[in-house]
């Protein structure tokens, strides 16, 4: 038994160490290429930020050596590519602008880590959490009311209330409240997925089941989904919503619940869009970004220019105007990429996420129980979601959105809540693996393979 084990963790871990060093390898490539389209000489800010990559990088790969021997190779190297290019193209803003985001956001990325790391080695089992729902329901609701809270709130930042200061470090606990939204979704899901998939009642043309058990979950999500509206912060709104439409219909098979999704979202959508003044303005932008391109259309026409200029191969590191497109670092960090690497540079970048979600939902599929699979399902699909929402603002697919691109975007709060999510899908992954490695004798030889 124990053979089997040693040979495939131990293959694992030598296969994330090499995609680690070409991750840390790349971007410290990209920085130096960036800091000589200033300089001749060697860039002090690309050996800091290689060296603080390699550091974070190896510790964080001793910890889930450690803590996770088993688990999928491909999550932390992929994380660490997607943050070291995010560092690179915040220090490229950063050199536009006169802004010294970088720094901190190197300091934010070892908090990341170190918090990866401790999540590994604090939750030693995944289906432990499972026993917490209605604690991270609570969780989820006290973290999204705190920027309301006198003394912690930062004020109205950008059209929005989401940050609270902490300890002099400004925070948004939104983003936690996304991950602890799905583990208690899923914790819910996996205990009355039977009752929730049996419909016994008929509300116009679809069944749906009783009350007595789909309240619960209603009540939760729709508390979350009014604070977020309150607190202006829709485009979380709109995460949480979709996450929590594939988490039903994942955990019970039954169309009727996208069903019913699609005409809460219409319903919700012509809500939204009447009472908020600025849900009218991004819509109207996006329809028409030339008619008001000075003001309200600046952004995303800015955004499509630089896309535009990009082209094929882009302009070359340092060679763009990211000073140009308003919240360069934070919103439009992807309109930077495809402006200096061009729609290769761009497209790269977009199957990096691509295989992140892919390799979330290979976890999912192979997860051992049903609430692992559930969690990985929400989490992958909390990512993808947030993933295109940005993208797609940034190209005119949907209606622009003020939200971060994962692990790339400047931003602590982004960064923390992405690796902590990126613990549990190694969490969940190790789990399976070593339940079908401890299953070894009593399952086929290629099953036990896989």
């Known amino acids: ?47 800091v930020t290689g060296l603080v990559l390699a550091v974070t990088a190896v510790v964080a790969h001793l910890a889930v ?47 990341a880590v170190a918090l990866l790391c401790a999540a590994l080695l604090f939750v030693r089992r995944i289906d432990g959490l499972a026993r917490f729902q209605y604690t991270f329901g609570l969780l989820t609701l006290v973290l999204l009311l705190l920027p309301l809270v006198p003394g912690l709130t930062a004020g109205i930042i950008n059209g929005a209330r989401l940050w609270v200061d902490l300890f002099g470090m400004r925070f948004q606990p939104g983003e ?47 508390l979350s989904l009014v604070i977020m509206a309150g607190l202006r912060d829709l485009g979380s709104a709109l995460l949480f919503f979709g996450t929590f439409v594939a988490l039903l219909y994942v955990a019970t098979g039954r169309m009727a619940y996208p069903a019913v999704g699609a005409v809460f979202f219409a319903v919700g959508a012509f809500v939204v869009y009447n009472l908020f003044g600025h849900v009218r303005v991004r819509v109207r932008i996006w329809l028409d970004p030339w008619a008001d391109v000075a003001d309200a259309g600046y952004q995303l026409a800015q955004s499509l220019f630089a896309l535009g200029t990009g082209g094929l191969t882009g302009t070359g590191l340092g060679a763009g105007r990211p000073q140009d497109v308003p919240f360069s670092a934070t919103d439009a960090i992807f309109v930077v990429i495809g402006e200096e690497l061009g729609l290769l540079g761009a497209t790269a970048v977009l199957l990096l996420y691509l295989l992140l979600v892919v390799r979330g939902y290979r976890i999912a599929q192979t997860a051992k129980d049903e609430f692992s699979t559930l969690l990985a399902t929400g989490l992958t699909t909390l990512l993808a979601f947030q993933t295109f929402v940005i993208i797609g603002g940034l190209t005119r697919l949907v209606p622009l959105t003020g939200i971060t691109l994962p692990f790339v975007s400047y931003g602590g709060s982004s960064l923390l809540s992405n690796y902590l999510l990126v613990a549990l899908l190694l969490r969940i992954s190790d789990d399976s693996r070593r339940s079908a490695l401890g299953s070894a004798p009593r399952t086929s030889p290629a099953k036990a393979r896989r």
């Open 1 to 47: 038994m124990s053979a089997p084990s040693a040979v495939s963790s131990d293959g694992a871990r030598a296969r994330e160490a090499r995609l680690l060093a070409g991750a840390v390898v790349i971007t410290a490539f990209a920085a130096i290429l960036l800091g000589w389209s200033e300089s001749p000489d060697l860039p002090p800010a690309a050996i």
């Open 65 to 111: 050596r450690a803590a996770a021997p088993h688990s999928d190779p491909t999550l932390l190297p992929i994380a660490f590519l997607l943050n070291g290019l995010g560092l690179v193209f915040v220090r490229r803003v950063d050199m536009a602008t006169g802004s010294d985001l970088a720094a901190t956001q190197t300091v934010w990325t070892v908090v």
């Open 176 to 222: 936690i409240a996304k991950l602890t939204m799905v583990v208690f979704l899923a914790a819910y899901l996996e205990r009355n997925r039977a009752l929730l998939s049996v419909a016994t009642q008929r509300v116009g043309p679809v069944l749906l089941p009783a009350a007595r058990h789909l309240a619960p979950l209603f009540v939760a999500v729709m």
